[in-house]
């Protein structure tokens, strides 16, 4: 058992933590949260030094490297500008269908603009009232027409819809399929197809990355932009979200260990009744139960990562990774904001607004709820 990293992957550590820290800086940051404005500077060097594709392969752009790596380099940009971290790094969201499941024109054509740094992609799965729910028959149908796909629907809570150039939609092909989600496929929508509707919504934190409706009304799309085979696409979902929930992971602890060092900080140079607060017991019992929680959601992040890599995919094991560490983001984030007081509620000391991102991890891909139920599914089996 070894629990180092190898040399290179120290390296790519580093680099990321120095390049976050230089572009994701707290003025910065701070712009783009009161624009709500996408960090395209810093995602477009992002894309040119290899990180937003790091874990796509080379003929396709990417720097050949595993889920590992990715989650090292995540978690970096996270620390330093949190949803402005998320937004660079998950640019490329829902694009590991194609890698896995697509045709290599399909590869050629999608994937490597969005390691160029040339275009966004999207994954839209939730529809307005389902949710989580996507095994039952869809709202979203795709039927089929002479060589076409003819799209209708709605798809909500959609990141990065409103500035990709296209996004993966599970669509209903099948209606007669039992059950219903046997008959669901993955098409590859471009967003400025006629037909396409794009609401942007407002919400509570992670304002740097557009969050919104995506309406379907007759969209007609090539049977080329199917991924992999018809009625799959349930099954393709499933296996994405095995992996990008161990990213979201990455993200999670990234926004707990920025929250902890702001708040490490002000313990270590705030004076109250004459002595540094980090001297009272019950900011320093803050402090380290932080610490501990961080490296827990930590060591669970990077083993998961490391098995994935191994070809060791554990749903169990992914969805423990998204919602504890989600869960330490936001217990920490929100003991930040205790620990600098009223400071901490102020929006120029980053602790609040990491606190707003942090819980919007709790929520994407999957609520806590959600988790434990498959966590507890696998572990107990069917039960009557």
């Not at 998950?90 to 269908?97: A, E, P, R, V, Y």
């Not at 396409?196 to 007759?218: A, H, Q, R, W, Y």
């Not at 902890?260 to 705030?270: D, I, N, S």
């Amino acid at each position: 058992m070894d629990f180092e990293l190898t040399k290179e992957q120290r390296d790519i550590q580093k680099a990321a933590k120095e390049f976050a820290e230089a572009e994701l800086t707290k003025d910065y940051t701070l712009e783009l949260e009161r624009e709500h404005k996408f960090p395209w500077e810093v995602w477009k060097k992002a894309c040119e030094l290899g990180f937003v594709g790091i874990d796509f392969p080379e003929e396709y752009g990417g720097q050949g490297y595993g889920l590992l790596e990715k989650v090292l380099a995540s978690e970096e940009f996270s620390r330093c500008g949190a949803a402005a971290g998320m937004s660079v790094m998950l640019s490329n969201f829902g694009s590991k269908i194609i890698l896995h499941w697509g045709s290599e024109e399909q590869k050629k054509r999608y994937l490597v603009p969005l390691c160029q740094g040339e275009a966004i992609s999207s994954g839209a799965f939730t529809e307005p009232d389902r949710g989580s729910d996507i095994a039952t028959c869809l709202s979203t149908n795709a039927v089929k027409e002479e060589n076409s796909y003819i799209i209708n629907g709605a798809k909500t809570f959609i990141s990065n819809a409103s500035i990709a150039k296209f996004a993966i939609v599970l669509c209903q092909t099948n209606f007669e399929a039992d059950p219903p989600y046997r008959g669901q496929s993955t098409i590859i929508v471009e967003m400025d197809r006629k037909g396409v509707e794009i609401t942007d919504l407002e919400k509570m934190g992670c304002n740097t990355m557009p969050t919104s409706l995506i309406s379907f009304l007759n969209v007609r799309v090539p049977r080329a932009n199917l991924v992999g085979e018809e009625n799959r696409g349930f099954y393709q979902s499933m296996e994405f979200l095995n992996e990008v929930r161990i990213e979201i992971g990455a993200h999670a602890v990234g926004i707990a260990q920025g929250a902890f060092e702001r708040a490490l900080e002000y313990a270590r140079t705030r004076e109250a009744f004459g002595h540094k607060i980090g001297a009272f017991q019950a900011i320093s019992h803050k402090i380290a139960e932080m610490a501990t929680k961080i490296e827990a959601a930590r060591l669970l992040t990077y083993r998961a990562a490391w098995d994935f890599d191994q070809g060791k995919v554990d749903p169990k094991f992914s969805s423990m990774v998204k919602w504890y560490s989600a869960r330490v983001a936001a217990e920490v984030a929100d003991e930040a904001i205790e620990i600098l007081g009223g400071h901490g509620y102020m929006l120029e000391n980053e602790v609040e607004r990491f606190y707003r991102d942090a819980r919007a991890l709790e929520i994407l891909e999957g609520t806590r709820e959600i988790h434990k139920n498959t966590i507890a599914r696998l572990l107990l089996g069917k039960l009557k």
